[in-house]
Nanobody
Framework: VQLQASGGGLVQPGGSLRLSCAPS????????MGWFRQAPGKEREFVAA????????LYTDSVKGRFTISRDNAQNAVYLQMNSLRAEDTAVYFC???????????????WGQGTQVTVSS
């Protein structure tokens, strides 16, 4: 299973982007999906996550009120709607998920390849 992330790009401050992420192959079950980001010279940090069964959401303080994480149950996809983007949101955004591939497999953590988000005028 690979997590395929897309939707990054260049946007001006105050603009919006929507990131998408989904598994490349069918899966048995999804436990949670979320997003991390890594800016140049900094460690990877948590951005947002969503539990699949309860649909509980969690955000880091710096994106609360600006970013919204959501899902598509049928596609096992997760989205990150990013509004009011700031220069400090510039980073490579990574999709993360805990997935059970099939009934003989244990849940495992997966990472996407990363998608670049650049906020600049």
């Amino acid at each position: 299973v690979q997590l395929q992330a897309s939707g990054g790009g260049l946007v001006q401050p105050g603009g919006s982007l929507r990131l998408s992420c989904a598994p490349s192959t069918p899966i048995l079950s999804n436990y949670h999906m979320g997003w991390f980001r890594q800016a140049p010279g900094k460690e990877r940090e948590f951005v947002a996550a969503l539990t699949w069964r309860e649909a509980n959401t969690l955000y880091t303080d710096s994106v609360k009120g600006r970013f919204t994480i959501s899902r598509d149950n049928a596609q096992n996809a997760v989205y990150l709607q990013m509004n009011s983007l700031r220069a400090e949101d510039t980073a490579v955004y990574f999709c993360n998920a805990e997935i059970r591939r099939h009934r003989f497999a244990q849940p495992q953590e997966y990472w996407g390849q990363g998608t670049q988000v650049t906020v600049s005028s």
